[in-house]
């Protein structure tokens, strides 16, 4: 409900935006401040140089507004979003900007109305020359984040004013739990004990003997046997088996909100990371999602990636329809 | 600091430099304060940044002179405008001395913005809105580099030309609509805190109070227009051989001349004397470089009136005050002054009326003159006892025995003393004192008058220099009054300036002239003025307002359009027109080189299939060519663009080699053979 209520909002600060914002710098401030200075003394003595100083001032307040206009039209941006993004720390986050015609100066690219902060920023755009701009983005929060759009805003040529463009771009942007420390491993694990059971299938671990070999020419070299080698004369590897690594499998109890469910997302996205770093195999339960136990890097993309929905169901649903569609 | 900023840095600097320069022209700020920004702004187009470190130190230095300044104020040796200006002046340079960083750069182009507005106050110089145009191009350059600067990741390139390109034509657009607000804003006044600006640099001290004598003499170099006067009838020539006079003197202390004699009330006319019917009427316009208030009006001046003065904030009548040695003032400040005068030609004085303390006073010699004078007086007349030829007799003796220099150092105790009988050489009012006082001691009655010697011809009108600045005696004739007699050598009685020196300036003056008429002294009448021509044009009396322009008009004119038209096009294309890839001039290079070389590829050869047969057949070439063609590849197909000067350096191998190509073998060597087929 809460989801949908946000969303409605979003789409009428879409409609209700301005094609063009403008906004007053520091420096603009001081030079307006000037301008009316100026202009009071112009008036107050009737000083015809002063009228002149006057008169250039505020051209080239026009000035600048044509300028900075000209640098926002015929842009196009494209969202490359980022590889991943995790609550409270800074990520690469990638947009791509090319212009049709013309020169622009001094952009800078942020996504509108999020959470999200920092911005990417682009000295100088050729004409025709699509370039990838990148921005370290911050945003606090775990979750899907809507994105509506990109703003493009250039100071350009004064400093003067900020004079922003907003563009249109529906997108998601995933954002995974904070990334933190997990207090303790579960001692309850799926299958067997740290070091018990082994496998005589695979004999590339640290458990018993299962035999010796003559070395492979690309092996490595810490399995020789030296005492055996010495005697046959060649090098003689010594083979073991290989030790199971332990199954967990995790879980987001149904019932938490808030702040109790981001600890324990973050607390299971931590020990998902920490044990998958040494080689078990974990798998994830969350009211709406049940992942199988796997190891390595993908696993924990899809642990980490179904951590991100929790709480989010609703937007998640709406998400699938709208592809699906 | 990478390049691009130090020439953003130098821009700015240069902005402030210039926005100083529009106050400093004005001639009116302390030289301290001229001299401590000078040094700044060379400190920091040098790069040394030598406040970066003392920012507290320096910040109580700045305070101690900001104090200084308000001292001046207090003890009213300074404008309150003139010392708030002097202190942004200070603050630039504080600022540019210190640490480049974005606060400091906004704090310098702030203080650069005042420094203008200051200057406006303070000046109508012409030299204020070529600073006013510096400073904007300069300023504008920083700061439109500042801003892409900081959207340049650090270590890349600040693309200046490209800033540079947008920012001018911008430039051009805000002067324009300068000069349409300009014209177009009502020229409103509240007229509540105006200040005289002030007449700029080289401008004349103006006719003191008092001539003194003993000081250098440099007035006489000084070729700037302070006077320019249409006289009716016109006389017809060239150059003016006559005397203008502002004032007269009649009591000399030993040092100076003064007059006796208070001021009169203020009138908008004043009467002199009675005219006469051969009087010349002068239409005179004092400009602002004359920088007094002293009216000057050609020997003998009956009649002057109609005064306007020039002020910043427009034009205004302003009433006359006699004094006494006939000298008249403009009671109110102005920039500059235009007024009405009639004389009558020299030595038509005789019915001037004189109190008997004046007619005394033509005779007074001060309590120390030194003996001698009276009796080389006495020699050179050897008994004559009429007044004009003793004085005639007198100044030929002058002229003829003593020299002119404007090279006197410092005051002497006697100076007259010291002309006539050490130096023997002076300045003319060295020559009109020594003649007043030899003519006095002998019984004739004399004054000294200052004023203008000379006469320019421009156009319609005549111009006088500061240089012209002239002084003579006045002897009394009986029945003749006052008659003019100058016994400054005459070729040193104008201005001595270069001539091409006078011919820039008088080229200035003309610019300035049009400058103060345009833009000074714009008003709201002249507003109205030009609003009137858009909706009424002038009607050409002669002409029907129907009739068109004739056809060689509209010939010219289509001519014209065409020309444009085929430049813009023809620029159009060539500034449009792809550049080549950078590996694709490497290849232009390298073929030519080739071809120098004798190599000719095949119909349909590549430079890589080129190079590849160049290797099969052993050619001394492919060993410097391959290297060249590897590289072409990558930069044009592997995406790894050539880098700066790469092109430069894969072609050195193949020059070389064309050189020794060149080369005249040697003789011993006659029997070496190339490698080449």
Not at chain 1, 264 to 277: D, F, K, M, T, Y
Request: glycine share 10%.
């Amino acid at each position: 409900m809460k989801a949908k209520a946000s969303s409605s909002w979003a789409r009428l600060r879409v409609l209700l935006r301005p094609p063009r914002t403008l906004k007053v710098t520091r420096t603009g401030r001081t030079y307006l401040v000037v301008t009316f200075g100026v202009g009071l003394g112009a008036l107050n003595t009737g000083n015809n140089l002063l009228y002149l100083v006057l008169g250039l001032l505020l051209s080239m307040v026009v000035v600048s507004g044509v300028l900075s206009e000209r640098c926002l039209r015929h842009l196009s941006v494209r969202r490359l979003g980022t590889e991943s993004a995790f609550a409270g720390e800074p990520f690469a986050y990638r947009w791509a900007i090319t212009r049709k015609q013309g020169h622009a100066f001094a952009l800078t690219l942020a996504e509108v109305d999020t959470p999200l902060t920092g911005e990417g920023r682009v000295g100088y755009l050729r004409s025709g020359v699509e370039h990838v701009v990148r921005a370290d983005l911050t945003t606090p929060q775990r979750g899907p984040l809507r994105l509506s759009g990109v703003r493009v805003t250039t100071t350009w040529p004064l400093g003067l004013f900020a004079k922003t463009r907003v563009f249109e771009l529906e997108g998601i942007l995933l954002v995974y739990p904070r990334r933190g420390y997990a207090c303790h491993v579960p001692t309850e694990a799926l299958q067997g004990a740290f070091g018990d059971s082994s496998t005589p299938r695979r004999n590339d671990g640290t458990g018993d003997v299962a035999g010796l070999r003559e070395l492979g020419p690309t092996e490595d070299a810490r399995r020789v046997h030296w005492r055996k080698s010495a005697a046959m004369g060649k090098l003689i590897k010594v083979e073991r088996e290989r030790e199971e690594r332990r199954t967990y499998q995790l879980s987001v109890d149904a019932g938490l909100e808030d702040a109790a469910l981001e600890r324990r997302c973050e607390e299971v996205a931590a020990l998902s990371h920490q044990l998958l770093e040494a080689g078990h195999e974990v798998g994830l339960e969350t009211p709406t999602e049940r992942l199988r136990p796997a190891s390595g890097h993908v696993q924990e993309r899809n642990i980490l990636r179904a951590l991100a929905w929790v709480g989010f169901e609703e937007l998640r649903e709406e998400r699938q329809k709208e592809e699906a569609a | 600091m990478s390049a691009p900023s130090r020439l953003r840095l130098a821009l700015r600097d240069l902005g402030a430099g210039a926005a100083f320069g529009s106050m400093v022209v004005s001639g009116q700020l302390p030289v301290w304060t001229v001299a401590a920004f000078a040094l700044s702004l060379v400190f920091a187009l040098l790069g040394w940044r030598v406040f970066a470190k003392r920012a507290k130190a320096t910040a109580v230095l700045l305070l101690g002179m900001a104090g200084l300044l308000g001292f001046s104020v207090y003890v009213g040796q300074l404008d309150l405008v003139v010392a708030a200006c002097s202190f942004a002046g200070l603050i630039a340079g504080h600022r540019m001395l210190s640490t480049p960083e974005a606060r400091t750069d906004g704090q310098v182009q702030l203080a650069g913005l005042l420094m203008v507005a200051g200057g406006a106050a303070l000046s109508g110089e012409l030299i204020f809105a070529v600073f006013l145009v510096a400073f904007c191009v300069f300023a504008s350059l920083s700061m439109g580099l500042a801003v892409v600067e900081a959207a340049v990741p650090e270590g890349e390139p600040l693309p200046v030309r490209s800033v540079v390109r947008p920012l001018s034509v911008g430039l051009l657009f805000a002067v324009s609509g300068a000069v349409a607000f300009f014209i177009l804003f009502p020229r409103l006044n509240w007229n509540v805190a105006a200040r005289r600006a002030s007449p700029g640099l080289g401008a004349t001290t103006g006719l003191s109070d008092t001539v003194r004598l003993g000081g250098a003499g440099t007035l006489k170099s000084n070729p700037r227009v302070v006077l320019r006067a249409h006289i009716t009838p016109d006389p017809g020539v060239d150059q003016l051989g006559s005397y203008w006079v502002a004032r007269t003197y009649d009591t000399f202390d030993g040092q100076e001349w003064t007059s006796v004699g208070g001021p009169k009330r203020s009138r908008q006319r004043v009467t002199l004397r009675p005219g006469g019917e051969s009087s010349l009427h002068q239409r005179i316009e004092l400009l602002p470089a004359y920088g007094a208030r002293t009216l000057v009006a050609l020997e003998t001046p009956t009649r002057m009136g109609n005064a306007v003065a020039h002020t910043a904030s427009g034009n205004r009548r302003t009433s006359l005050m006699e004094l006494g040695g006939g000298e008249v003032r403009f009671v109110d400040a102005g920039l500059g002054y235009s007024y009405e005068a009639t004389s009558l030609p020299p030595e038509e004085d005789a019915s001037t009326k004189m109190t008997e303390a004046e007619l005394g006073q033509l005779l007074a010699l001060p309590d120390r003159l030194d003996p001698r004078v009276a009796e080389l007086a006495r020699t050179v007349l050897d008994g004559e006892k009429e007044p004009l030829a003793a004085a005639r007799k007198l100044s030929s003796w002058l002229q003829r025995e003593y020299a002119y220099t404007l090279e006197l150092q410092g005051d002497v105790e006697d100076p007259l003393a010291d002309f006539l009988f050490v130096r023997k050489a002076g300045h003319c009012e060295h020559f009109a004192t020594a003649l007043t006082l030899m003519l006095r001691t002998q019984g004739f009655s004399a004054r000294l008058a200052s004023g203008f010697f000379g006469g320019e011809r421009s156009d319609e009108d005549y111009i006088l220099r500061a240089g012209d600045a002239h002084a003579w005696t006045h002897v009394l004739v009986p029945d003749r009054g006052f008659v003019t007699v100058d016994a400054t050598p005459p070729g040193n009685r104008a201005s001595q300036s270069m001539a091409a020196l006078q011919l820039l300036t008088g080229l200035y003056e003309t610019l300035e002239s049009h400058w103060r008429s345009a833009v000074v002294d714009f008003s709201l009448r002249d507003q109205m003025d030009v609003a009137q021509r858009f909706i009424r044009p002038p009607r050409d009396s002669g002409r029907s307002s129907t009739r068109l322009p004739p056809a060689r008009v509209w010939g010219v004119a289509l001519l014209a359009g065409l020309v444009t038209y085929g430049t813009w096009r023809f620029l159009a294309a060539r500034l449009s027109a792809p550049r080549p890839h950078t590996a694709t001039r490497l290849v232009d290079t390298v073929e030519r080189m080739l071809r120098e070389a004798g190599v000719r590829p095949h119909e349909g050869e590549t430079l890589e299939d080129l190079t590849a047969r160049l290797v099969r057949e052993h050619h001394s070439l492919a060993e410097p060519l391959a290297p060249v063609t590897r590289r072409y590849l990558e930069a044009r197909f592997g995406q790894r663009p050539l880098e700066a000067g790469e092109a430069e350096r894969l072609l050195t191998p193949l020059r070389r080699y064309l050189e020794a190509r060149r080369a005249p073998a040697p003789s011993s060597g006659a029997g070496s053979q190339r490698s080449a087929s």
